[in-house]
């Protein structure tokens, strides 16, 4: 970990001969991406225009800002002095007034490709010529959204992840138009913000949601097989993710875990597409949306912090009952193979198409994006741990589950050649 780390700080700095200074940022959305990117900036010492087009939608992105600063005032880690001058550093507004100065916009508006396409098209018309602009969108493709430009050379994608103030990741996606300038300085503004930025090529879900979604799969096909879910969250708990793909999906939100499926299905028919109703369909369509209503695999109630505490919820199992097409027997390794397999070779996948340079890129994205295992040092340490060859037999045994499961040509020339991916 700490060797990757290192190459991921080195390519990082690479970067920095050609970036831009940014003095001012702005966001456009004060939801739950906007308020905490605003946080950030504002806490890391960049000054950040922070707009919205409602007015509640940026009293709630001020509020969360003040209670995250109130909390390190609490903990002892800011002054109320510092913690008075990062809230100032937030600047709300409902009008383009003062984008003039901006040196990067970052958009993190409602994903939908058409109103994203709209607002990048009108902020484009009030900053100056040279002003980077970055989507933080979570899976719709940069090059789609750069059509709606004049000046494509000037955007990338800046992919934070939720909550933004905690996670370590920011995947900077380089889109066919994207100058090296727009991706350096984007790098380069993550970095002062605190994060770990990792470059990488543009496709559905980029790399990260691009790999979670065929681990989902793998979760939806033992929901299928009459597996129950909470025994998959404890084993995969006790492999070491920090909580199960049910309760994760939970905590992302049905809706989006559902919309997300549909973008990747689309993208990568031949593997990610199933016909078969799912799990989260049917969460979906029962308005089960997670801990976001209080209802999704598990029920949520409000623990003595105020904080969503997370309980057994039996009329679960009747909405899940549709989707159950078979009672399948299967071992503790089996779930673990039918989760990790499918995770594994996508990210194999990515760094064949050049989705991602490196495989310590790969492995710490996954890390530091999606909480991955860290004593196992990610997906590609993972099947280097297990042996190239060993983890090839290992999914033929389950190739009857799909293309997801289906190895790569390159892989299988690895097994053959004794290769590994960290030497
Ligand atoms: N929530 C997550 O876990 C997560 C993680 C990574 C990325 N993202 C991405 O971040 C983006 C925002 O997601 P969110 O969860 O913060 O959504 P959200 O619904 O909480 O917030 C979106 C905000 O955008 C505002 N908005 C809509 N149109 C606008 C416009 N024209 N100008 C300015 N503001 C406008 C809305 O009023 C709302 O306050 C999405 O693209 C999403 O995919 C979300």
């Known amino acids: 970990l700490s060797l990757n780390d290192q190459e991921l700080k080195r390519k990082a700095k690479a970067h920095d001969e050609i970036a831009h200074d940014v003095k001012q940022a702005a966001v456009l959305g004060a939801g739950i991406m906007g308020g905490g990117i605003a946080y950030q900036s504002a806490v890391k010492g960049t000054p950040i225009l922070m707009k919205d087009i409602r007015e509640e939608a940026i009293q709630l992105g001020l509020n969360e800002a003040s209670k995250l600063l109130g909390n390190r005032v609490e903990k ?8 008075a001058e990062a809230l100032n550093a937030i600047r709300p507004t409902l009008s383009y007034g003062d984008f003039a100065n901006v ?6 508006v409602v994903e939908n490709p058409k109103v994203k396409q709209a607002v990048l098209a009108e902020v484009e018309g009030q900053v100056k010529d040279d002003a980077i602009l970055a989507s933080n969108t979570s899976t719709i493709s940069i090059n789609l959204l750069a059509k709606a430009l004049k000046r494509p050379e000037n955007f990338v994608g800046m992919h934070f992840f939720n909550p933004v103030h905690m996670m370590p990741l920011v995947e900077v996606i380089r889109g066919e138009k994207s100058s090296e300038v727009a991706v350096a300085t984007t790098v380069a503004y993550a970095k002062k913000m605190g994060k770990n930025p990792i470059v990488v090529n543009d496709c559905p879900g980029f790399l990260v949601n691009r790999v979670l979604f065929p681990y989902f799969g793998g979760f939806a096909k033992l929901v299928s097989a009459g597996v129950d879910f909470v025994r998959i969250d404890k084993v995969m708990e006790k492999f070491g993710w920090p909580m199960g793909p049910a309760y994760l999906m939970d905590v992302v939100g049905i809706d989006t875990g ?3 499926r549909d973008v990747m299905a689309e993208g990568f028919p031949d593997r990610m597409k199933d016909e078969r109703r799912s799990a989260v369909d049917a969460l979906y369509e029962a308005n089960r949306l997670g801990q976001k209503n209080g209802k999704g695999f598990y029920a949520y109630e409000t623990d003595k912090r105020g904080k969503p505490k997370k309980v057994a919820d039996a009329s679960v199992l009747d909405v899940l009952k549709p989707i159950v097409f ?3 027997e299967v071992t503790d390794e089996d779930i673990i193979n039918w989760m990790m397999v499918p995770l594994c070779l996508e990210t194999v996948r990515c760094l064949e198409d050049g989705i991602v340079e490196t495989a310590a890129e790969a492995d710490m994205g996954l890390v530091y994006g999606i909480g991955f295992p860290p004593f196992r040092g990610g997906a590609l340490r993972y099947i280097d741990s297990i042996g190239v060859a060993e983890f090839v037999a290992l999914a033929d045994q389950y190739a009857d589950l799909g293309p997801l499961y289906h190895p790569t040509a390159k892989l299988r020339e ?8 960290f030497n």
């Open 76 to 83: 002892g880690r800011l002054t109320p002095a510092k913690m």
């Open 103 to 108: 040196d990067i916009v970052v958009e993190a």
């Open 258 to 260: 559902h919309h997300g």
């Open 326 to 328: 078979e009672q399948r």
């Open 414 to 421: 690895m097994a053959k050649n004794g290769q590994r991916f």
